[in-house]
């Protein structure tokens, strides 16, 4: 599958913005100005969000500025992507359903469950095709979506550190995944978010196999988070993907 740079564009930080196609599959790669390969970070949004969603670009910009390539990708049924039959229906009774106060917990495993099943192996073409790039080089980080971070962490060796966020709904049938993950964590926790009850993150996080991890929470609802946890975020990655 061939990588096709779109449009780029040389941003005021001195990091260089392109957009890519690779094969049916859009994406924005952010690398900073140097003269040695960078590590790679794969950045991605939560559960259909379009890759270019403000926050999103915001921390890709600021990781890249911090010496990292910073990819997304709007994986199948994410931002512009059409979503098949029954994850659009599947969207349609969650809307329902929290419009109506009532439980939506098994329409979010359905619909969750079916995105990342979709989406992972996107992100393992895209980590592969990058990763012949001569400007990148491992090893490389996660950041984002912990439904599909959980899955990429589990089977992908290549991936060595990963920051998630637990904003981010997670099926039950990943907490089994969640426990093979051994690679170093930080998690975020918006101590008051709306649409993920606190003690599911937290009982997630009990979970993770892994011997090194963190969690970060900050008072606040679902899109609250600090602006320093990106800076913090950065130190975590320094320490270990360089």
């Given at each position: 599958m061939a990588?096709?740079?779109?449009?780029?564009?040389?941003?005021?930080?001195n990091v260089l913005e392109r957009e890519f196609t690779l094969g049916e599959i859009p994406g924005t790669l952010w690398t900073p100005e140097s003269t040695t390969p960078s590590p790679l970070i794969l950045m991605a949004h939560n559960n259909g969000l379009p890759k270019n969603q403000p926050r999103l670009v915001a921390r890709a910009r600021h990781c890249a500025a911090a010496g990292?390539?910073?990819?997304?990708?709007?994986?199948?049924?994410?931002?512009?992507?059409?979503?098949?039959?029954?994850?659009?229906?599947?969207?349609?009774?969650?809307?329902?359903?929290?419009?109506?106060?009532?439980?939506?917990?098994?329409i979010l495993e359905s619909?969750?469950?079916?995105?990342v099943e979709k989406a992972v192996p996107e992100w393992r073409t895209t980590l592969d095709t990058l990763l012949t790039l001569s400007e990148i080089s491992g090893p490389v980080g996660y950041s984002g979506w912990t439904a599909v971070g959980i899955r990429l962490a589990a089977i992908?060796?290549?991936?060595?550190?990963?920051?998630?966020?637990?904003?981010?709904?997670?099926?039950?049938?990943?907490?089994e995944e969640a426990r093979q993950v051994t690679i170093p964590l930080l998690m975020l926790l918006q101590w008051d978010d709306e649409g993920n009850p606190r003690q599911r993150a937290l009982d997630l996080f009990d979970t993770f196999g892994s011997t090194e991890k963190t969690l970060h929470a900050n008072l606040g609802g679902h899109t609250g988070t600090p602006w320093f946890e990106v800076e913090d975020g950065n130190r975590f990655f320094d320490r270990h993907l360089k």
């Open positions: 990588l096709h740079f779109t449009a780029e564009q040389r941003l005021d930080d990292y390539a910073v990819a997304t990708i709007d994986a199948a049924g994410c931002g512009d992507r059409p979503l098949s039959a029954a994850d659009d229906q599947a969207r349609t009774d969650l809307r329902r359903a929290m419009q109506a106060g009532e439980p939506a917990d098994e619909l969750v469950g079916s995105l992908e060796p290549r991936i060595a550190a990963a920051g998630f966020f637990a904003g981010g709904y997670v099926p039950h049938a990943q907490y």
